[in-house]
C-alpha cells in the first residue's frame, strides 16, 4: 500500500516570496493533517480537513498560509508571503477516521532566507 | 488545555541495555487516545502504538514494550535489549474527543535516543 506522498521534499526562497506545498494521502483516507515542526519541537497542527471540509484550522495563521482540499483527496499548503520564522518541516499526515493512528509522509523541508 | 511532557531530552545507552522513554500527559477528555511515534534521522514519522483511554494493558511488540497508567497520567515506552538502529528522535502524542478537534495530535518535544555500539 502506498503511502502518504509530499512535494517538493526541499524548498529554499527568499522572504516575501510565495511557495506551495502538495500532499497526497494514503487511499481511502478521509481525514487529512497539516502540520507544522519547526527544529527541535514537536509537530503541530495547522489545519485538519474531514473529506473536502475544515475541521480545524484554529493555528493556521490564515494571514499567509492557506490550505486547500477540493476533490477530497489531494491538498495543497500555500504560504504568501512567506516569512524567515516560517523555516520548518511542513509533514502532511492522514488516518481512515479521526482518532485513528495517522501516517505521515517524508515532509518538505522550507527554508527561508 | 491539553499538553504531553517528555522530560528526557536526549538520552544515550549502549547496545543491549534497556532504556524507558517517559511520557506524562494532562487533558480533561473522558475519552482520549495516546500515541508514540518514532523520527529517524531521515526525517519521517513512523507510527508505533495507540492507544485509548478505556484501555490500561500494557502492550509488548517484539522488544517494545508501553506502560499506560491512568493514575499518575503517564505513558511510558521501554526498548529492550536496545539496537543501534533504534536511535532516533521519539515523540508522545495525544487527542482527544473534544469539540470538533478530534484527531488533533498534541506532541510532546520529543526524546532523541542515541544507541552506542
Known amino acids: 500500500e502506498a503511502g502518504v506522498a509530499q512535494s517538493p521534499r526541499y524548498k529554499i526562497i527568499e522572504k516575501r516570496q510565495s511557495v506551495a506545498f502538495w500532499c497526497n494521502p494514503i487511499?481511502?483516507?478521509?481525514?487529512l493533517y497539516w502540520y507544522q515542526q519547526i527544529l527541535g519541537q514537536g509537530p503541530k497542527l495547522l489545519i485538519q480537513?474531514?473529506?473536502?471540509?475544515?475541521?480545524?484550522d484554529s493555528q493556521l495563521p490564515k494571514d499567509r498560509f492557506s490550505a486547500e482540499r477540493l476533490k477530497g483527496v489531494d491538498s495543497t499548503l500555500k504560504i504568501q508571503p512567506a516569512k524567515l520564522e516560517d523555516s520548518a518541516v511542513y509533514l502532511c499526515?492522514?488516518?481512515?477516521?479521526?482518532?485513528?493512528?495517522?501516517?505521515f509522509g517524508p515532509g518538505t523541508r522550507l527554508t527561508v532566507l | 488545555a491539553q499538553k504531553v511532557t517528555q522530560a528526557q531530552t536526549e538520552i544515550s545507552v549502549v547496545e543491549k541495555e534497556d532504556v524507558t522513554l517517559d511520557c506524562v500527559y494532562e487533558?480533561?477528555?473522558?475519552?482520549?487516545?495516546l500515541f508514540w511515534y518514532k523520527q529517524p534521522p531521515s526525517g519521517e514519522l513512523v507510527f508505533l502504538i495507540r492507544r485509548n483511554s478505556f484501555d490500561e494493558q500494557n502492550e509488548i511488540s517484539g522488544r517494545y514494550s508501553w506502560n499506560f497508567q491512568k493514575s499518575t497520567s503517564s505513558f511510558n515506552f521501554t526498548i529492550t535489549a536496545s539496537q543501534v538502529v533504534d536511535s532516533a528522535v521519539y515523540f508522545c502524542?495525544?487527542?482527544?474527543?473534544?469539540?470538533?478537534?478530534?484527531?488533533?495530535?498534541?506532541f510532546g518535544k520529543g526524546t532523541k535516543l542515541s544507541v552506542k555500539p
Open positions: 487533558t480533561r477528555d473522558t475519552t482520549y487516545y
Open positions: 502524542a495525544l487527542s482527544g474527543d473534544y469539540g470538533g478537534s478530534q484527531g488533533n495530535l498534541i
Open positions: 499526515a492522514s488516518s481512515f477516521t479521526e482518532n485513528n493512528e495517522q501516517f
Open positions: 480537513f474531514q473529506n473536502n471540509g475544515v475541521v480545524d
Open positions: 487511499s481511502g483516507h478521509a481525514t
